[in-house]
């Protein structure tokens, strides 16, 4: 999979400062076709900056620069509605769906097939037979949704805008464990379906069982990358990720 | 002063607060904003229909739009102004930017059609109606009529419309607005366009009632101000029927007590409004 | 060295060199007017600073508390034949209650809540102003006598301007030490970080209210002195204008800047007095001013000033390669 051609996505040189402090240096990165990436880390590894940076988005206002290039155009001059309109589409961590709309409104906001350029737009069939729990809350407020039914929701939507490449910004927070597995398989299942996946993780457990590749970020850098099977025998990862927090 | 001529008077009033007051029902309540130059475009249109009428020589219905798209070029303007504050959710400084530019309108107002007061006659306002011993005009009637009309097109379109719902999502939350692929710029500045459109229209329709001056924009915004509060921020239902229940108060108040204070007493609704239930108004406004 | 020793200098030689300024300027009576009035009006400005630059929130209730000194000044000399000391206690009294009534009733509110209901304020003081009769209604109030006390008599805007000055420095020195003393570090830890406030036992609430009682006062005495030099008072001490030229003169050249707000008044008033284009310019002007300074100058002119020294600075020492970058 990660073989000659051209990759999906590719960052280069993409930093991010806040108030002068650099919080992200990425040299290089690059996601391939149908590819699902893991990128983890501790608290405060830049994780968020990183996929904020790659969409010039932020709730704070880190000073961005670098490129970002997706099917070989390079979108680094756009600002973050236009690169949405180029497929791609980030779930951020929390805040992730309207609260004062329905589900059924949540979800009625998709992609022209203007912009969609050829990409598949998820039709609300789509998203109920691969979301059976959101048929049948279609009718409340994003706001009185559970966490598990938010990542949904929020994933649901990011799909209604025909991604090219999704994502994820810990998906996983504040679930409980087996609602965990549920959101990271159906993350799995949307790489298997053909979509290309960016995974933000802090449970790399988990993480290493769903995911093609993976990064490991230390203080905004790229620290160890490689096959998921490689990298569970990683020790950085190992250590500190694996080996004391046996369950 | 009979009993029935005030009810009638009421609810004309009342429609035409709603109407003045629908663009800020918006502009607050949806999309976050605020207008402090809200009364100086209520002047301005008022003016222009005049000026479009008596010196051009225009019929009514041609002045009407015409004094709509001043109040899109100035409300446009003003957005595009000050577009960086408004991204950063900085209200205050909104607020008074928006101030500044009621005084820019003001002074330019008085520049361009001088500072006497003048008369807007339409067509509508100088055919009377009597009924027994009640009183009205068929300006007074175009007034209910349009007000309604426009509530109901404004209700539809923010609750089903792909527009209303941009406009929702940008106000709720601005920055995940960005995420669904909203250009937020151009959200806020055709809610400024809008609410120059609506306001223009406001001023077309209620200013024959009452002469003109230039200076008149920096009490009207206070009835604004009562209708969107009492209202309950943003809901277009709740505006309408603030802006009813504001103008029968006014009508009665004006009728039986002052009419010089009739603007001081919606004050003393306000405050009353604001001191019984500050914390709904600070929860809804707190967030952005 | 030298200059932290001659740092106790600077202000006692800025204040006399201000008091000179109108005699150094040639000594016209239009100069010592637009002195005069600038005083006033930066006065007025700086009860308004306290409450933006220092506790975070914009009042538009201000042109009430310096209506409220002008009235109570102009009805107390002239009906009940009061001397400036008198009526400068009464104004002070009367203005506390009235600020203290406002901020009670906004004590709850916040950012443009706040700034909505005390511009309500203003606007009800001016339909106020103009009807009610012991107000003088539509004609406002005549007959105000010169300023008289302890021998001093100031007719002439010639005569007011020392006590015009003395006054501004008062409220200079006001500022400064409110600035320094407890309650205006209360101020700022509410404006900047309202939770950290609240740990460390300070409630929000009696800091606004008690900066409240400080700077309403100082706009009021700006309104005290106005009456005098006016000799004549009406409900056009409410307009628009006030309001907007205090905004302008707060914003202007820069926040929690001592000066500032006194330099932002100079500017309008220069403006409006010497390179006037009528009335009505001069409000597109002054409405201009305020628009520009909050949209493109978020620190002011003075910000703008050390953003352009500091850019000059850096071309010069920097090697070639580097600016590249930047």
């Given at each position: 999979?990660?073989?000659?051609?051209?990759?999906?996505?590719?960052?280069?040189?993409?930093?991010?400062?806040?108030?002068?402090?650099?919080?992200?240096?990425?040299?290089?990165?690059?996601?391939?076709?149908?590819?699902?990436?893991?990128?983890?880390?501790?608290?405060?590894?830049?994780?968020?900056?990183?996929?904020?940076?790659?969409?010039?988005?932020?709730?704070?206002?880190?000073?961005?620069?670098?490129?970002?290039?997706?099917?070989?155009?390079?979108?680094?001059?756009?600002?973050?509605?236009?690169?949405?309109?180029?497929?791609?589409?980030?779930?951020?961590?929390?805040?992730?769906?309207?609260?004062?709309?329905?589900?059924?409104?949540?979800?009625?906001?998709?992609?022209?097939?203007?912009?969609?350029?050829?990409?598949?737009?998820?039709?609300?069939?789509?998203?109920?037979?691969?979301?059976?729990?959101?048929?049948?809350?279609?009718?409340?407020?994003?706001?009185?949704?559970?966490?598990?039914?938010?990542?949904?929701?929020?994933?649901?939507?990011?799909?209604?805008?025909?991604?090219?490449?999704?994502?994820?910004?810990?998906?996983?927070?504040?679930?409980?464990?087996?609602?965990?597995?549920?959101?990271?398989?159906?993350?799995?299942?949307?790489?298997?379906?053909?979509?290309?996946?960016?995974?933000?993780?802090?449970?790399?457990?988990?993480?290493?069982?769903?995911?093609?590749?993976?990064?490991?970020?230390?203080?905004?850098?790229?620290?160890?990358?490689?096959?998921?099977?490689?990298?569970?025998?990683?020790?950085?990862?190992?250590?500190?990720?694996?080996?004391?927090?046996?369950? | 002063?009979?009993?029935?001529?005030?009810?009638?008077?009421?609810?004309?009033?009342?429609?035409?607060?709603?109407?003045?007051?629908?663009?800020?029902?918006?502009?607050?309540?949806?999309?976050?904003?605020?207008?402090?130059?809200?009364?100086?475009?209520?002047?301005?249109?008022?003016?222009?229909?005049?000026?479009?009428?008596?010196?051009?020589?225009?019929?009514?219905?041609?002045?009407?739009?015409?004094?709509?798209?001043?109040?899109?070029?100035?409300?446009?303007?003003?957005?595009?102004?000050?577009?960086?504050?408004?991204?950063?959710?900085?209200?205050?400084?909104?607020?008074?930017?928006?101030?500044?530019?009621?005084?820019?309108?003001?002074?330019?107002?008085?520049?361009?059609?001088?500072?006497?007061?003048?008369?807007?006659?339409?067509?509508?306002?100088?055919?009377?109606?009597?009924?027994?011993?009640?009183?009205?005009?068929?300006?007074?009637?175009?007034?209910?009529?349009?007000?309604?009309?426009?509530?109901?097109?404004?209700?539809?379109?923010?609750?089903?419309?792909?527009?209303?719902?941009?406009?929702?999502?940008?106000?709720?939350?601005?920055?995940?607005?960005?995420?669904?692929?909203?250009?937020?710029?151009?959200?806020?500045?055709?809610?400024?366009?809008?609410?120059?459109?609506?306001?223009?229209?406001?001023?077309?329709?209620?200013?024959?009632?009452?002469?003109?001056?230039?200076?008149?924009?920096?009490?009207?915004?206070?009835?604004?101000?009562?209708?969107?509060?009492?209202?309950?921020?943003?809901?277009?239902?709740?505006?309408?029927?603030?802006?009813?229940?504001?103008?029968?108060?006014?009508?009665?108040?004006?009728?039986?007590?002052?009419?010089?204070?009739?603007?001081?007493?919606?004050?003393?609704?306000?405050?009353?409004?604001?001191?019984?239930?500050?914390?709904?108004?600070?929860?809804?406004?707190?967030?952005? | 060295?030298?200059?932290?020793?001659?740092?106790?200098?600077?202000?006692?030689?800025t204040a006399i060199a201000l008091l000179a300024l109108p005699w150094l300027l040639g000594g016209a009576n239009v100069v010592f007017s637009a002195c005069v009035i600038i005083a006033i009006f930066a006065v007025m400005?700086?009860?308004?600073?306290?409450?933006?630059?220092?506790?975070?929130?914009?009042?538009?209730?201000?042109?009430?508390?310096?209506?409220?000194?002008?009235?109570?000044?102009?009805?107390?000399?002239?009906?009940?034949?009061?001397?400036?000391?008198?009526?400068?206690?009464?104004?002070v009294v009367v203005v506390l209650a009235l600020a203290a009534a406002i901020a009670f009733v906004t004590l709850k509110l916040r950012e443009f809540v706040f700034s909505l209901v005390t511009y309500a304020v203003s606007v009800v003081a001016m339909t106020v102003?103009?009807?009610?009769?012991?107000?003088?209604?539509?004609?406002?109030?005549?007959?105000?006598?010169?300023?008289?006390?302890?021998?001093?008599?100031?007719?002439?805007?010639?005569?007011?301007?020392?006590?015009?000055?003395?006054?501004?420095?008062?409220?200079?020195?006001?500022?400064?030490?409110?600035?320094?003393?407890?309650?205006?570090?209360?101020?700022?830890?509410?404006?900047?970080?309202?939770?950290?406030?609240?740990?460390?036992?300070?409630?929000?609430?009696?800091?606004?209210?008690?900066?409240?009682?400080?700077?309403?006062?100082?706009?009021?005495?700006?309104?005290?002195?106005?009456?005098?030099?006016?000799?004549?008072?009406?409900?056009?001490?409410?307009?628009?204008?006030?309001?907007?030229?205090?905004?302008?003169?707060?914003?202007?050249?820069?926040?929690?800047?001592?000066?500032?707000?006194?330099?932002?008044?100079?500017?309008?008033?220069?403006?409006?007095?010497?390179?006037?284009?009528?009335?009505?310019?001069?409000?597109?002007?002054?409405?201009?001013?305020?628009?520009?300074?909050?949209?493109?100058?978020?620190?002011?002119?003075?910000?703008?000033?050390?953003?352009?020294?500091?850019?000059?600075?850096?071309?010069?020492?920097?090697?070639?390669?580097?600016?590249?970058?930047?």
């Amino acid at each position: 999979m990660t073989g000659a051609q051209s990759p999906v996505l590719e960052v280069r040189n993409l930093t991010a400062d806040y108030n002068g402090n650099r919080a992200l240096t990425i040299d290089h990165l690059a996601l391939h076709e149908q590819e699902l990436l893991g990128v983890v880390g501790a608290n405060g590894a830049g994780k968020s900056t990183l996929v904020g940076a790659i969409l010039n988005w932020s709730r704070g206002a880190p000073r961005v620069s670098g490129e970002v290039i997706l099917d070989g155009e390079d979108l680094s001059r756009m600002d973050t509605p236009s690169r949405v309109k180029k497929g791609l589409l980030l779930i951020p961590e929390s805040q992730l769906i309207f609260h004062s709309m329905s589900v059924a409104e949540n979800l009625a906001h998709h992609a022209s097939a203007a912009d969609a350029a050829g990409r598949h737009v998820y039709s609300l069939d789509d998203i109920y037979d691969l979301f059976p729990n959101l048929a049948n809350r279609r009718g409340h407020l994003g706001g009185q949704l559970s966490g598990g039914e938010r990542q949904m929701l929020g994933i649901a939507r990011a799909l209604r805008l025909a991604p090219r490449v999704l994502l994820l910004d810990e998906p996983s927070i504040g679930l409980a464990p087996k609602l965990v597995l549920t959101v990271l398989r159906t993350i799995r299942q949307l790489a298997d379906n053909g979509l290309t996946v960016l995974l933000i993780e802090q449970n790399v457990k988990a993480a290493v069982e769903v995911v093609d590749r993976m990064a490991l970020l230390e203080r905004g850098r790229v620290l160890a990358e490689g096959a998921a099977a490689e990298m569970r025998d990683d020790p950085r990862i190992a250590e500190a990720y694996l080996g004391g927090h046996a369950t | 002063m009979n009993l029935a001529q005030q009810i009638i008077n009421g609810i004309v009033l009342g429609h035409a607060f709603a109407l003045i007051a629908i663009g800020w029902t918006v502009l607050l309540g949806v999309a976050r904003l605020v207008n402090f130059g809200h009364g100086q475009m209520y002047m301005l249109g008022a003016f222009i229909t005049w000026f479009a009428m008596s010196a051009w020589g225009l019929p009514y219905l041609v002045a009407i739009p015409l004094a709509m798209s001043v109040g899109v070029g100035v409300g446009y303007l003003m957005q595009r102004t000050m577009l960086n504050l408004t991204i950063r959710q900085d209200l205050v400084s909104v607020m008074i930017v928006t101030l500044g530019f009621g005084y820019v309108i003001e002074g330019a107002a008085a520049l361009t059609f001088g500072s006497t007061g003048q008369i807007l006659d339409t067509p509508l306002s100088l055919m009377d109606i009597y009924i027994g011993d009640i009183w009205f005009t068929w300006q007074d009637i175009a007034i209910v009529v349009v007000t309604i009309l426009v509530f109901i097109a404004l209700k539809y379109v923010i609750e089903n419309s792909p527009v209303g719902r941009r406009v929702r999502m940008v106000a709720e939350d601005p920055k995940l607005a960005q995420l669904a692929g909203i250009n937020i710029k151009r959200v806020y500045l055709g809610v400024f366009a809008f609410e120059g459109a609506t306001v223009a229209l406001a001023a077309a329709m209620v200013a024959p009632r009452t002469p003109i001056l230039t200076s008149m924009g920096f009490e009207e915004v206070i009835i604004t101000f009562v209708v969107v509060v009492l209202g309950g921020i943003g809901s277009v239902t709740g505006s309408y029927l603030a802006g009813l229940g504001l103008g029968l108060f006014t009508a009665f108040f004006g009728a039986y007590v002052s009419s010089a204070y009739a603007t001081a007493a919606m004050f003393v609704v306000l405050i009353a409004v604001l001191v019984l239930r500050p914390g709904g108004m600070t929860q809804k406004m707190g967030g952005h | 060295m030298t200059a932290s020793r001659l740092r106790p200098f600077v202000l006692p030689v800025t204040a006399i060199a201000l008091l000179a300024l109108p005699w150094l300027l040639g000594g016209a009576n239009v100069v010592f007017s637009a002195c005069v009035i600038i005083a006033i009006f930066a006065v007025m400005s700086y009860g308004l600073d306290v409450i933006v630059s220092d506790l975070g929130e914009v009042s538009l209730a201000h042109p009430v508390f310096f209506a409220s000194g002008a009235y109570t000044t102009s009805i107390a000399s002239s009906r009940y034949g009061l001397d400036p000391a008198s009526t400068l206690v009464l104004t002070v009294v009367v203005v506390l209650a009235l600020a203290a009534a406002i901020a009670f009733v906004t004590l709850k509110l916040r950012e443009f809540v706040f700034s909505l209901v005390t511009y309500a304020v203003s606007v009800v003081a001016m339909t106020v102003a103009a009807n009610w009769a012991f107000l003088g209604g539509s004609d406002g109030v005549t007959g105000i006598p010169a300023f008289e006390f302890a021998g001093f008599r100031a007719l002439t805007d010639r005569q007011l301007w020392p006590l015009a000055w003395g006054l501004l420095v008062v409220v200079l020195y006001l500022v400064s030490a409110f600035r320094k003393s407890r309650l205006g570090h209360a101020a700022m830890t509410v404006h900047l970080n309202p939770a950290l406030a609240r740990m460390s036992g300070i409630s929000p609430e009696i800091v606004r209210m008690k900066v409240f009682l400080v700077s309403a006062p100082i706009t009021a005495s700006a309104g005290w002195l106005y009456a005098y030099q006016r000799a004549y008072i009406s409900a056009d001490v409410l307009t628009p204008y006030f309001l907007i030229l205090m905004l302008t003169a707060v914003v202007l050249v820069g926040r929690r800047i001592l000066l500032a707000p006194l330099i932002g008044v100079a500017i309008v008033v220069t403006q409006e007095r010497f390179l006037s284009y009528g009335a009505y310019v001069d409000r597109i002007i002054l409405g201009t001013l305020l628009i520009l300074a909050l949209s493109f100058l978020p620190r002011g002119l003075y910000g703008l000033v050390v953003d352009a020294l500091s850019m000059l600075r850096r071309k010069k020492s920097r090697p070639l390669d580097e600016r590249q970058e930047v």
